[in-house]
C-alpha cells in the first residue's frame, strides 16, 4: 500500500537531479532532503492508532519505529531544518543534484 509515496518520492528525487542539470548554468543549485519517521504528531498518531488496534503499548510501538534506524531512534525537525540550512548556506555551494536522507541510518525509502 506504499506504491503512490515510494513512486512520487522517487519521482521528487529524479526532478532534483534534472533541474540541478538544467540550471546549474545559471548557478543555480537544487537539492532535495529525504527524511526518515520524524517525531512529531503525525507519527505519534499513527503509533497510537497502531497501539490501539494491536494491543502494545503505545511506548512499545514508538520503540519499534526506530528499531531499524542504526542511530535506534527517530529524527528530531530541528535535524531536518538544519539540513535545510545546510544545503542553502554557502558551505553547500559545491552540492547541486543531491538528496540528503535524513533518516538515522534507515535507508529504505518505502
Known amino acids: 500500500m506504499r506504491g503512490p509515496y515510494s513512486?512520487?518520492?522517487r519521482g521528487i528525487i529524479?526532478?532534483?537531479?534534472?533541474?540541478?542539470?538544467?540550471?546549474?548554468e545559471y548557478n543555480v543549485r537544487v537539492n532535495c532532503i529525504s527524511p526518515g519517521r520524524v517525531r512529531g504528531e503525525?507519527?505519534?498518531?499513527?503509533a497510537?492508532?497502531?497501539?490501539?488496534?494491536?494491543?502494545?503499548a503505545y511506548d512499545d510501538?514508538?520503540?519499534g519505529m526506530s528499531?531499524?534506524?542504526?542511530?535506534?531512534?527517530?529524527?528530531?525537525?530541528?535535524?531536518?531544518?538544519?539540513?535545510?540550512?545546510?544545503?542553502a548556506s554557502d558551505e553547500s555551494s559545491a552540492i547541486t543534484g543531491h538528496t540528503l536522507v535524513v533518516?538515522?541510518?534507515k535507508h529504505i525509502l518505502h
Open 14 to 24: 529524479a526532478l532534483t537531479e534534472t533541474l540541478a542539470i538544467e540550471a546549474g
Open 42 to 46: 503525525r507519527v505519534e498518531k499513527i
Open 7 to 9: 513512486v512520487s518520492k
Open 61 to 63: 510501538v514508538m520503540a
Open 103 to 105: 533518516s538515522c541510518g
Open 67 to 87: 528499531i531499524d534506524c542504526s542511530l535506534k531512534r527517530l529524527v528530531e525537525a530541528p535535524e531536518v531544518a538544519a539540513a535545510a540550512v545546510f544545503l
Open 48 to 56: 497510537r492508532a497502531k497501539a490501539e488496534s494491536s494491543g502494545f
